[in-house]
């Protein structure tokens, strides 16, 4: 009866990351797509946009100068799109592959990205990898990829 409780509990957990992602991604997708300069701020509030492609190394792109792209290291894949204002760095890596990603995620992890740390890393039968957590200095990251779909990370400060 102890692992009939502890497998429900497991596919408990996983249809509620499911869930999660699956809100993550439709919340993302009604924040992205503004391709135009609205013009309305300048200084550190106007947005850097890339266009790279996923494959280029890191040494390739550039990596803007922000309290964002401070909190954490650089990714050694550029991103697709990259933008950092006032509130958060958001970057999309369309064609990114889950081995790169993962490697990524190792990457914040041995950077100290580890504060109220959640990983879901279910490449084979959900298709997804998800690494949450924080920085020491107030920071959450949040980088995910779908399979088809390519990744997403995005820095806030943490509330």
């Known amino acids: 009866m102890g692992s009939t409780k502890k497998s429900r509990r497991n596919r408990n ?7 999660l992602l699956m809100v993550m991604a439709l919340a993302l997708a009604g924040c992205g797509g503004n391709s135009g300069s609205s013009g ?4 550190s509030g106007s947005g850097t946009s890339q266009n790279s492609g996923s494959s280029a190394a ?8 922000s309290e964002y792209t401070k909190a954490i290291p650089k990714p050694d894949v550029a991103p697709d799109s990259l933008k950092v204002d ?4 958001y970057a999309t890596f369309d064609e ?3 081995k790169e990603v993962r490697q990524y995620g190792d990457k914040l992890k041995a ?4 504060v109220d ?6 490449p084979e039968e959900y298709g997804m990898y ?5 920085t020491g200095s107030g920071y959450f990251v949040d980088l995910q990829w779908k399979e088809g779909m390519g990744a997403t990370l995005e820095v806030t400060k943490a509330d």
Do not use: C, Q
Request: charged share 25%; glycine share 12%.
């Open 13 to 19: 957990a996983k249809a509620l990351a499911l869930a």
């Open 40 to 43: 309305s701020g300048s200084g």
């Open 58 to 65: 890191a040494a390739d792109f550039d990596w803007p100068d």
């Open 86 to 89: 006032d509130d958060r760095l």
């Open 96 to 98: 990114a592959e889950y």
């Open 111 to 114: 950077a100290g990205v580890t």
């Open 117 to 122: 740390l959640n990983i879901f890393d279910e």
């Open 130 to 134: 998800m690494y949450m957590g924080g």
